[in-house]
């Protein structure tokens, strides 16, 4: 595994997610269309209007070791109840009213978008290879701590602004780390 291979692969990963959220496109809604109630406290109304939910019997993953990318099998079998790619995500039947799951993958949403697909990409696979795996993925840990404050009830806030800055404190030091060897 090398970020240089990461690299060369990227455009193979971007067709199979262009073509998996084709796919899907008839099934997809836009989070607002789901009535939920707290999220509009920490998102934009606007995001939740872009960002779409696929409800699935199953979370599809990229293929990514037939890709010749090893290495990820926790990744590729993790049986996730929800995955995002780019501004759309799926949630497995059973989590279609799950607010909290929905405010989770939105996270994810706003790291596409402020990294963009290919530095997305990279951060998160540099992220699941140099600190131990999806749990400890900085990427997967700022969703889940951004998502129990939404558990607990904190305040209405800026989750986007918050996801931002975070990427720019964490994401330059992963390709730092990265580029001294993985
Ligand atoms: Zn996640």
Avoid at 36 to 55: C, V
Avoid at 86 to 106: C, M, W
Wanted: proline share 5%; aromatic share 12%; glycine share 6%.
């Amino acid at each position: 595994m090398s970020l240089q291979l990461l690299q060369q692969k990227l455009p193979e990963v971007r067709a199979w997610i262009d073509l998996t959220l084709a796919a899907y496109a008839a099934q997809a809604r836009p989070v607002a269309d789901f009535g939920f109630t707290r999220l509009g406290s920490y998102y934009s109304a606007a995001l939740l209007a872009s960002a779409m939910a696929i409800p699935v019997a199953k979370v599809p993953a990229p293929p990514l070791a037939s890709m010749g990318l090893t290495g990820f099998d926790e990744f590729e079998n993790l049986n996730a109840a929800g995955i995002t790619y780019l501004s759309s995500f799926f949630v497995l039947h059973g989590y279609e009213r799950d607010e909290s799951l929905h405010f989770h993958e939105l996270v994810h949403v706003v790291q596409w978008k402020h990294l963009g697909p290919e530095r997305f990409i990279m951060a998160y696979a540099l992220g699941h290879f140099l600190c131990g795996g999806y749990d400890t993925n900085p990427l997967e840990v700022m969703a889940y701590v951004l998502q129990s404050a939404f558990d607990h009830h904190a305040p209405g806030f800026d989750v986007a602004a918050v996801v931002r800055t975070e990427l720019d404190r964490i994401v330059p030091a992963l390709f730092a780390r990265a580029s001294t060897g993985l």
